[in-house]
């Protein structure tokens, strides 16, 4: 089939290259001139494995293309993805206003029948919105359906969580779309889902939502733990291995972070309590997370006692292993309590560090290229992303080149007993 991918972030790209990998014939369409001649000639703007070179590959066989022209993407697709950024806004809410750009440029050059499908996260009832705005702005007054399908992808296993989804949720108002979109995933072998547009977008919300309480909640264990002696990562296995309940996103942690999870969060109690409900629960997902963090910098400050001028290393500055974005991270939000305190900074981070650099203050902080050397000097190291790379730390190298060997794991990658047998002060999460 034929497709057009409109926005080239994340989601856009990872869409595009996953569906030209399984044989149809895509063009991305980006209104950022630079992006697209990068893409050309086959770099990428983002750290994602597996994606540079699956780009490459199809950009070589003639089924990946990319352009700044919406016409050029539109006008021979069968199906056009809207895949824009849907920022937050200071009340919580979403801005909609690339969506509605983005709708209104495809009513303007479309001159046949489109199936348009909304892939960019939304709160439910935006599909009827884009609807109304096609309509509207297309003069032509050409045939379309409007249809939500929403994305499940997560940062850092972007590509293969599209290549083998666990299911495709397509939401549609009438059944003329059903079998193209069908058609479109056939390759994936995953169940389909087929409901209303609305159900469709509050299935994504509610979904990310789920995942963040079921954080939320293993972080509230992992309170009690502390206060009463108990292993939080044994308290989570004896629950996860109920297969109601399931062992993953169940690693406490000093909190979940991202340009989704935060976001979505406060856009779905924002739509709810515009749809008349107070979302208290998910309002306390959100205190518990924020919490999360606080106690976590206490530990430090209460063991370290005054940061000022204090040498703190700090392994990770991307939200979660296997990405190089810092947007909502965690870690960049300890690196500026650290920084507020007078402390002094050595970061490592495997992919992060040019990110990092755009969002942390240019003195204070000195990057280092080996994870093995920002202990050098220091009073206190803190792991503050879960890169797998960092268990693999010459932990006896770490401990003789601290001024102290003070460890602060927030997320729970070393074992307490072996830690305090090196010869380490060590504190994690509910352990
Ligand atoms: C999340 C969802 O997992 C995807 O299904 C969804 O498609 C995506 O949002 C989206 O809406 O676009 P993502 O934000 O990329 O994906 O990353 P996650 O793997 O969900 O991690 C989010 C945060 O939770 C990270 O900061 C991570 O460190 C933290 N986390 C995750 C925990 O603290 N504990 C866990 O057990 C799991």
Redesign the pocket.
């Known amino acids: 089939m034929k497709l057009a991918v409109i926005g080239t972030g994340y989601v856009g790209l990872v869409t595009g290259t996953c569906f030209a990998e399984v044989g149809h014939t895509v063009i991305c369409v980006d209104c950022d001139a630079r992006k697209v001649e990068m893409l050309q000639k086959g770099g990428i703007p983002i750290y994602e494995p597996g994606l540079e070179e699956l780009v490459q590959k199809n950009v070589a066989a003639g089924r990946l293309g990319f352009t700044t022209s919406t016409r050029d993407g539109v006008e021979n697709a069968d199906v056009v993805f809207i895949a824009v950024p849907t920022p937050p806004q200071p009340d919580g809410s979403v801005d909609l206003s690339f969506m509605e750009g983005v709708a209104r440029d495809i009513a303007a050059v479309m001159t046949s029948y489109k199936i348009v499908v909304d892939k960019s996260?939304v709160p439910v009832k935006t599909g009827e919105k884009v609807a109304e705005t096609i309509r509207r702005y297309c003069k032509a007054k050409v045939e379309f359906d409007v249809v939500s399908n929403p994305?499940?992808?997560?940062?850092g296993s972007a590509v293969s969580d599209f290549l083998k989804p666990d299911r495709v949720v397509i939401g549609v108002r009438t059944q003329r779309p059903v079998a193209a979109m069908k058609e479109l995933y056939a390759p994936f072998n995953a169940p389909v889902v087929v409901t209303d547009i609305n159900s469709a977008e509050l299935i994504k919300h509610a979904a990310?939502s789920f995942?963040a309480l079921k954080?939320s909640y293993i972080n509230a264990i992992s309170v009690i733990c502390e206060a009463s002696g108990a292993n939080v990562q044994e308290v989570a296995s004896g629950i996860g291995m109920d297969a109601r309940i399931g062992r993953q996103?169940?690693?406490a942690?000093l909190g979940?972070?991202?340009s989704?999870?935060p976001k979505?969060l406060s856009a779905f109690v924002k739509i709810a309590e515009q749809l008349g409900y107070d979302f208290g629960l998910l309002k306390e997902v959100q205190r518990i997370n924020a919490l999360q963090m606080d106690r976590f910098f206490k530990k430090i400050l209460e063991t370290v006692w005054v940061l000022k001028d204090k040498k703190i290393g700090v392994l990770g500055l991307a939200?979660?292993q296997n990405t190089d974005d810092v947007r909502m991270s965690?870690a960049i939000d300890l690196c500026h309590r650290l920084l507020k305190e007078g402390a002094l900074l050595r970061v490592h981070d495997p992919k992060a560090m040019d990110k990092a650099r755009t969002v942390l203050p240019p003195s204070g902080v000195t990057y280092i290229d080996d994870m093995n050397e920002v202990a050098e000097g220091c009073d206190a190291l803190v792991v503050a992303t879960?890169w797998n790379q960092f268990k693999s730390l010459d932990l006896d190298r770490v401990r003789k080149a601290m001024t102290h060997p003070i460890l602060f794991d927030g997320r729970n990658l070393f074992d307490p007993r072996e830690m305090e047998q090196l010869g380490f002060i060590y504190k994690s999460i509910g352990r």
């Open positions: 996260t994305e499940f992808l997560r940062e990310n995942l954080i996103f169940f690693d942690s979940f972070g991202g989704c999870f979505d939200f979660k965690p879960e």
